[in-house]
């Protein structure tokens, strides 16, 4: 029969190893998954690990003109970006893909972060028009010409490149070419400061059908299934709405800042 003292000592040994197991726990929940966030960051750093564990719905065989169903896009990364609770949140209208966009979102994020002490700024950029364009990876770009579709304005999606900057040393803010200047202007950078990337379905379709109609359509695909493919190749994390224009209200509705 066991002792009251030996029990007593393996209970007090049980619940070390339980409250060690929880401090575990937190402190691995605390390692951000951005990494480029700033100290400070913890509401950014939890949004940015719950939109990591939502789905990007990635593997459609036909989408129609008007999505009705909230399983045909990413609506549950979407309910996640507009229950964020902290004031300070910009969302961006982004139709140029040769636009100063990416560089006006790293100044916005680097005076809001350094300048007014806002670590948890959280930006989104609601793409269509040719800034969607933006959002396909290359071999979208390759099999459809996309450079002709966005006027030759860019030869190739430079825009998703990864960048040497953003290995800098994230000590150094005022490092000229580390990883929160100019030469880290791109979208996986910024999207490893916390940005998300929204892309538009309703941009989508009508791009699918302005390459059916120039002949751009090397498969033959009707516009459902050419709109799915351009969708299923969308760059890694982005998140899939019904419409860019439809959602920026919902944002603004949520307490974002718009900004054209």
């Known amino acids: 029969m066991m002792n009251a003292g030996r029990r007593d000592a393996i209970s007090l040994i049980g619940l070390g190893a339980a409250v060690g197991t929880l401090s575990l726990a937190r402190v691995a929940d605390a390692a951000p998954v951005a990494g480029l966030l700033p100290p400070g960051a913890a509401a950014l750093g939890e949004l940015t690990r719950r939109l990591a564990d ?97 006027g030759g304005k860019v030869a190739s999606n430079t825009l998703i490149a990864e960048t040497l900057a953003q290995d800098g040393d994230t000590a150094k803010i005022q490092d000229a070419h580390g990883p929160f200047s100019a030469a880290d202007n791109s979208i996986p950078a910024l999207m490893k400061r916390g940005v998300v990337f929204m892309a538009c379905h309703n941009a989508i379709w009508e791009q699918a059908g302005t390459l059916i109609e120039n002949g751009v359509n090397p ?28 959602t920026l209200p919902e944002l603004q509705g949520a307490g974002f800042h718009y900004i054209k």
């Open 219 to 246: 498969d033959k695909l009707g516009q459902e299934a050419l709109t799915a493919e351009l969708t299923n190749h969308l760059v890694p994390d982005v998140v899939l709405t019904p419409g860019a224009v439809a």
């Open 54 to 150: 939502k789905p990007r719905r990635r593997a459609f065989k036909t989408v129609p003109m008007i999505l009705t169903e909230k399983d045909q896009w990413d609506h549950e990364a979407v309910a996640e970006v507009l229950a964020y609770k902290p004031a300070h949140k910009q969302a961006w209208d982004m139709v140029d893909i040769a636009g100063p966009w990416l560089n006006l979102i790293r100044n916005a994020l680097n005076a809001q972060i350094w300048s007014y002490g806002h670590p948890d700024f959280l930006v989104v950029a609601a793409c269509h028009s040719t800034a969607q364009v933006a959002l396909y990876d290359q071999a979208m770009w390759d099999k459809y010409q996309l450079s002709k579709l966005v």
